[in-house]
């Protein structure tokens, strides 16, 4: 995988796990707030890049601090991806876009081209999905739309 991804210039994250992204030549590990903390990732893996996961005002800006290659907010909606954990809503993205982060973040959590107005609108610009993809009947077509809800007008 980190061949194929290295190959198309794609950045390879590894979720979770510092040990397994660095014994797999990944760029970055993608860090939960229950995994290990960002700091002790950076001091494991120097040159490893760390994505982090956040839910509040307070996780993102503690996120911000810690030297990320970027964040993820959410779950935005309710997601069976994600069972029982509380939506963040788009009143959460309004609050990550305010922040103005340095670095790149993520809207994720129930995301799909129908509503990906609703999180444009919040003010994120990049989004993460599993389902919208995962589970289309053509996961080409289905990254397409994705791309064209989240960029409206480019390429039309
Ligand atoms: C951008 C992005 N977000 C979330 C994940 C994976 O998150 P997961 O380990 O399932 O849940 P958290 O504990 O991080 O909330 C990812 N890989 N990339
Ligand atoms: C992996 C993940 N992380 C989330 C978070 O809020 O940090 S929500 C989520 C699931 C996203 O899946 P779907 O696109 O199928 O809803």
Redesign the pocket.
């Known amino acids: 995988m980190a061949d194929l991804a290295q190959a198309r210039g794609v950045p390879f994250f590894i979720n979770d796990r510092v040990d397994v992204a660095v014994a797999c030549g990944a760029d970055g590990v993608h860090l ?1 707030q229950g995994d290990l903390p960002p700091a002790w990732a950076h001091g494991l893996a120097p040159g490893l890049l760390v994505g982090l ?1 956040t ?1 509040a005002p307070a996780q993102a800006i503690a996120a911000l601090a810690e030297q990320p290659a970027y964040i ?1 907010a ?2 935005v909606y309710a ?4 069972p029982g ?1 509380a939506p ?1 809503g788009l009143a959460y993205i309004r609050q990550v876009a305010a922040l103005r982060p340095h670095v790149p973040w993520y809207a ?4 799909d081209a129908g509503n990906m107005h609703e999180v444009l609108s919040a003010g994120a610009r990049r989004v ?5 993809v995962l589970d289309a009947r053509d996961p080409a077509q289905a990254a397409a739309e994705l791309c064209a809800a989240l960029r409206p007008g480019v390429g039309t």
Request: overall charge positive; aromatic content about 0%; proline content about 10%.
């Open positions: 939960g996961s839910h993820a959410g779950p997601t069976p991806t994600k954990r963040a994720i959590g129930g995301l993460a999905v599993v389902r919208a």
